[in-house]
């Protein structure tokens, strides 16, 4: 009779870790969303490159702040323009085997748009300095841009 119960017992425990197995083992394709991994961005320390991106953004964006329109400045004109500058001046360093230049202008420009934002967000009663110091710092961009050999300097041609 023990015997009896001993196989009784041992095919009940193998009938159900047979079960317990083959439902770990199906899968929920249909419920679950597949991980995709993307590759890392390319990170540049080249100034150029984030002075065009800086001067795109500056172009899309300062409508808005012109315009006034206090709902969109922290989202579509502060965020981006802070995120910009400070992936740049993590990646572009002195010691990178190019220097920002004149290029630098085209990140004050962007440090000048995100200060005239918030200054227009606050009704600040300095808006109309902050706005002309950014059109200021925005044409000298453009002039950084226009004119590449004004923008990275070699260290090794300038006999740094």
Same mark, same amino acid.
Request: charge should be positive.
């Given at each position: 009779? *023990?015997?009896? /119960?001993?196989?009784?017992?041992?095919?009940?425990?193998?009938? %159900?870790?047979?079960?317990?197995?083959?439902?770990? $083992? =199906?899968?929920?394709?249909?419920?679950?969303?597949?991980?995709?991994? !993307?590759?890392?961005?390319?990170? +540049?320390?080249?100034?150029?490159?984030?002075?065009?991106?800086? *001067? !795109?953004?500056?172009?899309?964006?300062?409508?808005?702040?012109? $315009?006034?329109?206090?709902? =969109?400045?922290?989202?579509?004109?502060?965020?981006? %323009? /802070?995120?910009? $500058?400070?992936?740049?001046?993590?990646?572009?360093?002195?010691?990178? $085997?190019?220097?920002?230049?004149?290029? %630098?202008?085209?990140? !004050?420009?962007?440090?000048?748009?995100?200060?005239?934002?918030?200054?227009?967000?606050?009704?600040?009663?300095?808006? +109309?300095?902050?706005?002309?110091?950014?059109? /200021?710092?925005?044409?000298?961009?453009?002039?950084?841009?226009?004119?590449?050999?004004?923008?990275?300097?070699?260290?090794?041609?300038?006999?740094?």
């Amino acid at each position: 009779m *023990f015997k009896l /119960r001993n196989n009784a017992m041992k095919v009940v425990v193998l009938t %159900a870790s047979i079960v317990l197995l083959q439902a770990c $083992s =199906q899968s929920s394709d249909s419920s679950e969303e597949k991980v995709v991994i !993307k590759p890392a961005p390319k990170l +540049s320390n080249d100034a150029t490159a984030y002075a065009k991106e800086a *001067f !795109k953004l500056m172009n899309s964006v300062d409508g808005l702040v012109y $315009s006034k329109q206090i709902d =969109q400045l922290d989202d579509a004109v502060r965020k981006p %323009a /802070r995120k910009l $500058s400070t992936d740049w001046r993590i990646n572009v360093k002195m010691t990178d $085997s190019v220097t920002e230049g004149k290029y %630098a202008l085209c990140r !004050k420009a962007l440090t000048s748009l995100e200060i005239w934002a918030r200054e227009t967000r606050d009704h600040s009663n300095t808006v +109309s300095q902050k706005q002309a110091d950014y059109e /200021r710092d925005k044409k000298q961009c453009q002039v950084a841009i226009e004119n590449p050999d004004l923008g990275n300097t070699d260290p090794k041609k300038v006999g740094i």
